[in-house]
């Protein structure tokens, strides 16, 4: 059973900076395999996919409305993921997720988990920007 917890939101005002991280375990073909990514989610919005990493960290896709500002790491020793959020601004503010599925966007990027019918694993963590 795939587990991933989330971590580093908070408050911060409009060109502020956050870092948050995920774990993840229970990957069948574990952490190292799997692309990965953050996705976020604000009340009355779709899950939009911030932002994705390739099994090795050889290859990275941002969303256009974070290029530039955001940065996507990962730590397989660690079974880490990791987002560097910088410039941020108050239409960042979302419940971020992680998760396994980006190798069902991005060929190539690595194994997969299609994304259970709530569409995130974790409970996610909560960034809030004010202006």
């Known amino acids: 059973q795939v587990q991933v917890v989330e971590s580093g939101g908070g408050l911060v005002q409009a060109g502020g900076s956050l870092s948050l991280s995920c774990t993840a375990s229970?990957?069948?073909?574990?952490?190292?395999?799997?692309?990965m990514g953050w996705f976020r989610q604000a009340p009355g919005k779709e899950r939009e996919e911030v932002s994705c990493?390739?099994?090795?960290?050889?290859?990275?896709h941002y969303a256009d409305f974070v290029k530039g500002r955001f940065t996507i790491s990962r730590d397989n020793a660690k079974n880490t993921l990791n987002l560097q959020m910088n410039s941020l601004k108050p239409e960042d503010t979302a419940t971020y997720y992680c998760?396994?599925?980006?190798?069902?966007?991005?060929?190539?990027?690595?194994?997969?988990?299609?994304?259970?019918?709530?569409?995130?694993w974790g409970q996610g963590t909560q960034v809030t920007v004010s202006s």
């Open positions: 998760g396994p599925d980006c190798g069902l966007q991005h060929p190539g990027y690595g194994s997969y988990v299609a994304p259970p019918p709530q569409g995130h």
């Open positions: 990493i390739s099994s090795s960290g050889g290859m990275s």
């Open positions: 229970g990957l069948r073909w574990g952490f190292g395999m799997y692309g």
